[in-house]
């Protein structure tokens, strides 16, 4: 995995709300384990009925690293897949006052950053939208930024996910940094 530290962007809004995983990638793309090529499969239904074209949907990937989305995100089944297509379409955060858990501990493990937000700061970037806003994320001191407009907003993270996005470890990559630690321990016993 890449390493995430901080990351400016801009963003694009999908004020939805309950996007489940099979809007986000349909069941029909769920042909291979591998991570890539799913981007194209983001949101298919959606692009394929028109209903992204009204908020300018980006065609072809994305530039803005960071998908707001309204609440409930990643509801429905666990699939990984929802998270593979959204980081191969150029996703890196998602921002929403409510994330399903299980699609989060997916995002997290595949190094994209799921971010709860308040209703406040979900409020104020509907309203900046189309104003070429960019927002921080800074994952060191897990705060939001809008400097653009003097805005901050702490989020939280779990420390072992915080430290794994850090270094770019997956689990494995973590345990293999601490194989030495390991050993000790195992021999100390």
């Known amino acids: 995995m890449e390493k995430f530290e901080r990351l400016i962007s801009n963003y694009t809004l ?3 709300e309950n996007i489940d995983t099979d809007q986000i990638i349909p069941a029909v793309h769920l042909k291979s ?8 499969y983001l949101f298919s239904n959606w692009r394929n009925e028109g209903k992204l074209d009204e908020i300018e949907w980006p065609r072809n990937g994305t530039t803005n690293k960071v998908l707001v989305a309204g609440s409930n995100f990643g509801c429905g089944s666990s699939r990984e897949h929802a998270v593979w297509a959204l980081s191969d379409y150029g996703f890196k955060v998602i921002l ?4 399903a858990d299980i699609f989060s501990l997916n995002a997290l493990n595949n ?29 060191e001191t897990q705060e939001v930024i809008l400097d ?34 390991i050993e000790n321990y195992e021999q100390a016993r």
């Open 14 to 16: 999908l004020e939805t």
């Open 148 to 181: 653009s407009v003097g805005k901050k907003e702490k989020f939280k993270i779990s420390e072992f996910k915080r430290e794994c996005l850090l270094n770019g470890f997956d689990t494995i990559d973590y345990l293999v940094s601490i194989y030495s630690d």
């Open 111 to 139: 190094g994209v950053l799921p971010i709860k937000i308040s209703e406040e700061l979900y409020r104020h970037l509907i309203k900046l939208n189309n104003t070429n806003c960019q927002i921080e994320i800074d994952l």
């Open 33 to 40: 384990i591998e991570r890539i090529n799913f981007g194209k």
């Open 96 to 99: 929403s006052t409510q994330i």
